[in-house]
């Protein structure tokens, strides 16, 4: 099978549709068309219905993706492990982080890089930390700089960078500001503006609190934290945020009786995939901040 047909093939599959597999491969739609059809014939079976605009994968279609997927995974470790012998740190590194860590951990870290590695091009993707853990187990992202998930997914290497505390927090005139002793069942008896159900850090409150019997009333979620703390410097509830994202001159921050939260910031890879030159020299960056 050709490896260019398999391409053509899977980014079909991805985006649903020929124009934006063709998009994504800088190719024509004909020539994506072309390729799909050719493995279509080398395997004697249809791979896609095509039903006006709606483009769906066939239970053939459905049987490969997977299995073309690892194989072109295979070719790019196969690259990647040839390239490593030259000790040269050079083409593209595909990384997904956050928008809380992109903007308050990464900067000096992707200054540094860059200085560094010149020949380097950086396709850095900003994404939720879930999906770039999903990416990468996926295999189409070769590294993550993103929350550490509590429950990983045992095809993930995990590499602890930095502790990241997280802090109850209020606005300065919200009812909780003005309470000495603080504990959860009080706290649980106010709206909360928190990230959405299925986040990492979402994840890491719930942990805490259901144990202990708590209901936290939830009232508006979003995943970007920088939403959130807009939300609670208006007043409209409580919040979990990492203690970089406040200054103590416009927030509240909470103790909250033998209670004290944090999560892990780090590096997220495949463990059976080669990292490349590039992709180690960021890691290695990143752990010497």
């Not at 490896?3 to 190719?27: C, D, M, Q, Y």
């Amino acid at each position: 099978m050709d490896i260019n047909n398999l391409r053509a093939f899977t980014k079909v599959a991805e985006h649903g549709s020929f124009s934006l597999a063709a998009e994504s491969l800088h190719l024509t739609q004909p020539a994506i068309s072309k390729r799909v059809a050719a493995l279509e014939s080398s395997l004697s079976m249809r791979l896609f219905d095509r039903i006006g605009h709606q483009v769906t994968l066939t239970e053939g279609g459905r049987q490969l993706l997977p299995q073309a997927q690892e194989i072109l995974n295979k070719v790019v470790d196969i690259r990647r492990s040839l390239a490593n012998l030259t000790d040269q740190v050079t083409g593209t590194l595909s990384m997904g982080t956050s928008h809380h860590i992109g903007l308050h951990r990464l900067p000096p870290v992707l200054r540094k890089f860059s200085q560094n590695y010149p020949d380097v091009q950086l396709d850095l993707q900003f994404m939720g930390s879930e999906n770039a853990c999903n990416a990468v187990e996926q295999g189409q992202l070769e590294l993550a700089i993103a929350t550490l998930p509590t429950h990983p997914s045992p095809k993930l290497e995990l590499t602890p960078i930095w502790d990241d505390p997280l802090c109850f927090v209020v606005g300065k005139d919200h009812p909780l500001a003005h309470i000495n002793q603080l504990n959860l069942k009080i706290l649980s008896e106010h709206q909360a503006v928190l990230p959405s159900i299925g986040t990492y850090t979402r994840d890491i409150l719930e942990q805490a609190v259901t144990p202990k019997g708590i209901t936290i009333q939830t009232g508006i979620s979003t995943n970007y934290l920088e939403t959130l703390k807009m939300l609670v410097s208006i007043g409209l509830g409580w919040s979990l945020l990492p203690g970089t994202l406040l200054k103590e001159s416009e927030f509240k921050i909470l103790q909250i009786e033998d209670l004290q939260l944090a999560r892990t910031l780090g590096a997220i890879r495949h463990h059976k995939r080669t990292l490349s030159n590039a992709a180690r020299a960021m890691l290695a960056a990143c752990q010497a901040r």
